[in-house]
């Protein structure tokens, strides 16, 4: 297995568990106990993910996105609404956000469509857009624009590492202004205001631009090394909202400072450069385009969670990778990087279905 990897995994594991216990010390500690079962659940899937031969997932790709469909299919009809959306199904133990399984299921459907098949054809890019357009359209409707998103910037980083025509990317982005419009036109109406709150959080100091404003002042008084574990006077005092989930970054940054926000970034670009250096390794075609997804998808929850907190960017409901707490999130994250961890192992000890003229190579 790649060494630098899994040791970046295990520190962001440890940090990750370190800082979730610093949000809800004074807090549900059950929260806690729950995300250590997570990461327990989710190694397991890590290493039985890369046991499973990419031909096989490549095979599975068909039936793995039908279902992440049919589960989006079911949020509107019998999804658990919890905060104002509909994103959850219940599974009596556990709550299966449908949309973190189609994020990697329509990866794994893109890489597997264009290992055998030229890009630049209309028709199989039209396939490609459809299997894409479709997804992030009921995702939308939830609502849930921070996954569409992820999953857009992941579809199109794979279409462009596949060899799309430029073309079609100029027509693309000449015809996003008119998304734009038609985005903004039907979003909801919290949503905008947290658009508009990003422009000017002092308008609105106790209700929309609240988040940014806490988020703010407890990256600031953190300094260049911060309060102290189990320190910080924004998550004891629980002025900071949603400071487990996705506003946990302003908890590591108050209580660590600086130095701990570097290190965070330092362990996220290991992880990422590691990815990428498999990809350009991969011996497969679709190897290597599932690295570049599941790199791309990394990034952007990075950039986004990152510069939301610090008042860069809108709101949106995105978690920091192995930091926020989250089952879904969590498990599915770890099984993406055990398809990483697959990939580095069949291109170090070529297995034998993997010959020139292979369909996958």
Known sequence: ???????????????????????????????WQRQNIYWLLGIVVFLAVSFVPLRMIGLAAWPIYILALILLLLIPLVGELQMGARRWLSLGIINLQPSELMKWALMFLLAHWFASREPSTLINFSVAAVATILPIALIVMQPDLGTALVLLFAAASMLLASGIRWRWVLAALAASPASLYLLWNNMHNYQRTRILSFLDPQSDPLGAGYHVIQASIAIGSGGIFGKGFLEGTQARLHFLPEQHTDFIFAVLAEEGGLMAVLLLLILYGVIISRILAIAVRAHTRFGSLLCIGIASVFMLYIFVNIGMVAGMLPVVGVPLPFISYGGSALVTMLAALGIVMRVAIESRDQIPWQRPGSPLS
């Open 1 to 31: 297995m790649d060494k630098p990897l899994l040791l970046g995994l295990f520190c962001l594991a440890i940090l990750g568990i370190g800082t979730l216990y610093a949000a809800i010390h004074h807090g549900d500690i059950s929260i």
